[in-house]
Nanobody, 126 residues
Framework: QVQLVESGGGLVQAGASLRLSCAAS????????MGWFRQAPGKEREFVAA????????YYAGSAEGRFTISRDNAKSTVYLQMNSLKPEDTAVYYC???????????????????WGQGTQVTVSS
């Protein structure tokens, strides 16, 4: 069983930056691919970014490309999402997710992930 705990959300103004963290409670963290998703009120959960177990492969949604950076520290069992140039449309609850994989190919559908955190709220004011 993998437990994921997100942190780092908050209320910021447009143009600001935030770094989200997701700490995993599993000894084999390095065997999991990790992803970040978000869900705004009244909308479906959508993919933001993913990273492979070895950090050699990353994948971003178009809305995140160039502004967000996903990274991980396997020694700390933590995955990060650095978000720059935030926009009001980035407002959502952000979730990290995990699935076991030693492949470099990455997944972007929520149903392809097995474990989820409780989410952290990000609010961007205009």
């Amino acid at each position: 069983q993998v437990q994921l705990v997100e942190s780092g959300g908050g209320l910021v103004q447009a143009g600001a930056s935030l770094r989200l963290s997701c700490a995993a409670s599993v000894r084999t963290f390095s065997t999991y691919a990790m992803g970040w998703f978000r869900q705004a009120p009244g909308k479906e959960r959508e993919f933001v970014a993913a990273i492979s177990w070895s950090t050699s492969s990353t994948y971003y949604a178009g809305s995140a490309e160039g502004r967000f950076t996903i990274s991980r520290d396997n020694a700390k069992s933590t995955v990060y999402l650095q978000m720059n140039s935030l926009k009001p449309e980035d407002t959502a609850v952000y979730y990290c997710a995990a699935h076991r994989s030693l492949s470099r190919s990455l997944r972007s559908r929520p149903d392809e992930y097995d474990y989820w955190g409780q989410g952290t709220q990000v609010t961007v004011s205009s």
